[in-house]
């Protein structure tokens, strides 16, 4: 079955901007590179690790937003941008283009967007995708066919591929129950506040004990208050917990309906001159490592020794809350 890996651009490039793992790179005009730099290699990593047939990266819509307009306060917490990330953002998009990679920029909307949509594209035509991010409301996107690849702090190293088999075992929630476990504790980074007393924990106690939370909304007090506690219970079966699910229910849900470029439009092999000549003009250099985008052949083990961003890419068994962004790096996400 063929494979579709999916980017979300934005959350990787904030992630390779933070990290800095190629130092403070500057193009050949002074302007900064590094994040650019980085989200190429994670490209050009998980195709080496993952084979896929096509690529599409998704970035969110600079200049509007459907969110903000329902819910003004949407990630209104973030502090301002530093230039150098504003500046990198800004031509994200443009670079993959010119390197030939499938770039998609919603109007309005987000990269979360284009990973539900590009998700349901290939279930569509019989494909098989792997959605890449560090944002995890796209665990909720898991089935069958759809993967997520989550770049977690401490880079290439932490990522965790995740199946629909996997996620009970780290969450104790099924991809189906997931965004109502989101919607229960809410997103700070979002600006969503969650149900009060409902963390992750509680959370989980709640839908493994109903299921879904229009089952513990209609089921005996009682029960609800053996699941999860008098505390938590009490404001869960307030009216304003309905308003408050709902509300993040509707910010969290990703459309699925996106247009998108066919799939024939997104397939590798790409042109290797071409690519190379894209990142050159902008200072970046990553030589061997696009193998795998362009068709080449796997590098000598040799070569991987002495190429550390040619390793192979080990992924780990679990998620660990202490690699999850602290509260000062939530701007980036």
Same mark, same amino acid.
């Given at each position: 079955m063929p494979l579709l890996l999916v980017l979300d651009g934005n959350s990787l490039l904030h992630r390779?901007?933070? =990290?800095?793992?190629?130092?403070? /790179?500057?193009?050949?005009?002074?302007?900064?590179?590094?994040?650019?730099?980085?989200?190429?290699?994670?490209? %050009?990593?998980?195709?080496?690790?993952?084979?896929?047939?096509?690529?599409?990266?998704?970035?969110?819509?600079?200049?509007?937003?459907?969110?903000?307009?329902?819910?003004?306060?949407?990630?209104?917490?973030?502090?301002?941008?530093?230039?150098?990330? !504003?500046?990198? /953002?800004?031509?994200?998009?443009l670079l993959l283009e010119e390197c030939g990679v499938c770039t998609v920029v919603p109007p309005a909307y987000e990269a979360d967007d284009v990973l539900a949509s590009a998700a349901g594209a290939a279930r569509a035509a019989g494909w098989q995708s792997v959605l890449m991010t560090s944002d995890?409301? %796209?665990?909720?996107?898991?089935?069958? @066919?759809?993967?997520?690849?989550? !770049?977690?702090?401490? &880079?290439?190293?932490?990522?965790? /591929?995740?199946?629909?088999?996997? /996620?009970?075992?780290?969450y104790g929630v099924t991809p189906a129950?997931?965004?109502?476990? =989101?919607?229960?504790?809410?997103?700070?980074?979002?600006?969503?506040?969650?149900?009060?007393r409902f963390g992750a924990k509680t959370a989980r106690r709640l839908l493994e004990s109903f299921g879904t939370v229009e089952? =513990?909304?209609?089921?005996?007090?009682?029960?609800? @208050?053996?699941? !999860?506690?008098?505390?938590?219970? @009490?404001?869960? @079966?307030?009216?304003?917990?309905? &308003?408050? !699910?709902?509300?993040?229910?509707?910010?969290?849900?990703?459309?699925?309906?996106?247009?998108?470029?066919?799939?024939?439009?997104?397939?590798?092999?790409?042109?290797?001159?071409?690519?190379?000549q894209a990142l050159r003009a902008r200072g970046i250099n990553l030589g061997p490592s696009l193998w795998s985008l362009v068709g080449g052949a796997a590098p000598s083990p040799a070569l991987i020794e002495q190429t550390p961003e040619l390793r192979p890419w080990v992924f780990r068994g679990g998620l660990s809350a202490r690699r999850d962004p602290t509260p000062g790096q939530l701007s980036l996400f």
């Open positions: 390779a901007y933070h =990290a800095a793992a190629f130092g403070e /790179l500057l193009a050949p005009d002074g302007s900064p590179v590094w994040a650019l730099q980085g989200l190429v290699g994670y490209l %050009a990593r998980a195709a080496a690790h993952l084979s896929p047939d096509a690529v599409i990266v998704g970035f969110d819509c600079p200049v509007s937003s459907a969110r903000r307009s329902d819910f003004p306060l949407y990630k209104a917490q973030r502090p301002d941008k530093s230039e150098s990330l !504003v500046a990198q /953002l800004a031509v994200a998009p995890r409301d %796209a665990f909720s996107l898991i089935d069958a @066919t759809t993967s997520v690849l989550r !770049v977690r702090n401490g &880079g290439y190293g932490e990522a965790v /591929l995740i199946g629909a088999d996997d /996620l009970p075992a780290l129950q997931y965004q109502d476990f =989101a919607a229960l504790r809410g997103d700070p980074s979002d600006n969503l506040p969650g149900v009060r089952a =513990a909304w209609q089921a005996d007090p009682a029960l609800v @208050t053996a699941a !999860v506690g008098a505390q938590a219970a @009490t404001f869960f @079966t307030d009216p304003s917990s309905r &308003g408050i !699910v709902e509300r993040n229910r509707r910010l969290m849900s990703q459309r699925a309906d996106l247009p998108l470029p066919a799939l024939a439009s997104a397939r590798l092999p790409l042109m290797y001159t071409v690519m190379r």
